[in-house]
DNA sequence: CTCTCAATTGACTTTTACGTAAATGCCATG
DNA sequence: CATGGCATTTACGTAAAAGTCAATTGAGAG
């Protein structure tokens, strides 16, 4: 496992700019280390990375997201704190859960859209 | 099947502003009817409406969705129409498909998110 | 040391998706 | 008829999420 990862070779590998990446870093998704003022993104980073882009792919904003990277990070260490994170984790797969939803609604309409345009490309294909 | 539904009836149904509905039909997503200056809804502007609503749900543009709806219509009559549109439904669809792995991905990482809170509560539990 | 090139910072701009306010129309009801 | 309750139009405002640009800076090659 790589131990750092460049600005650029991360802009790359998730196709965003290094302005979005030091975007992440002003709303304290990421915390790269520094060398001198070059940022040094560890593994641990990159996967923050790779999790935003999915939250973003998703449609979530970026404090969801931000809830969301919250929730995978230790939990807290009092009993209601935690109790409160559970309730939380339960909201957002709900959320999911109607997204899923939604998304499964959406594909198959798709489909039917789909067959509906080859249908009629037979029916012109026969009257050729 | 009603024939007509006010702005503030769907409004309520969807939990948007008129704004919003009036935005929509700027932006020529649905096309209610009018009576003088008053807009009537049909069902089929209703439906529109639930396809808007589960577009935004999954974090689609407003131009996205409006591609997503053109899909939904009548197919075109002319060949090459047919198959252009053929081809931007599949490419719809794998964004969806993409949409899907990032969720389910999601969810099991908040499943185990949930998981280790679960623990950590039981471990508390113990000590006390 | 100088040159160069990538990286940084900060300021300003842009786009999307509405929100909000003001002024006014339409109409049923007391 | 005036009062209340929706509706409409026009116009300006705004928050989120970057994009863009300009001015520096630092680090390594020669």
Redesign the pocket.
């Known amino acids: 496992m790589r131990e750092y990862y ?4 991360l802009t790359r590998e998730f196709d ?10 002003d ?1 304290g998704l990421v915390q ?1 280390v ?6 040094l993104f560890r593994p641990s980073d990159r996967h923050l990375i790779r999790q ?1 882009m999915r939250g ?1 792919r998703l449609g ?6 931000r809830e969301i990277i919250q929730m995978y990070k230790e939990p807290p260490g009092e009993i209601g704190q935690l109790n409160l994170m559970i309730r939380r984790i339960e909201e957002k797969r709900e959320n999911l859960r109607q997204k899923r939803r939604d998304l499964e609604e959406t594909l198959a309409e798709l489909d039917q859209a789909e067959e509906s345009c080859v249908e009629r490309l037979v029916e012109l294909g026969v009257n050729t």
Request: hydrophobic content about 25%; overall charge positive; cysteine-free.
């Open positions: 460049s600005i650029t070779e965003v700019s290094t302005r979005t990446l030091r975007f992440y870093e709303e790269p520094r060398r001198g003022r070059t940022r935003i973003k979530f904003s970026i404090n969801e997201i």
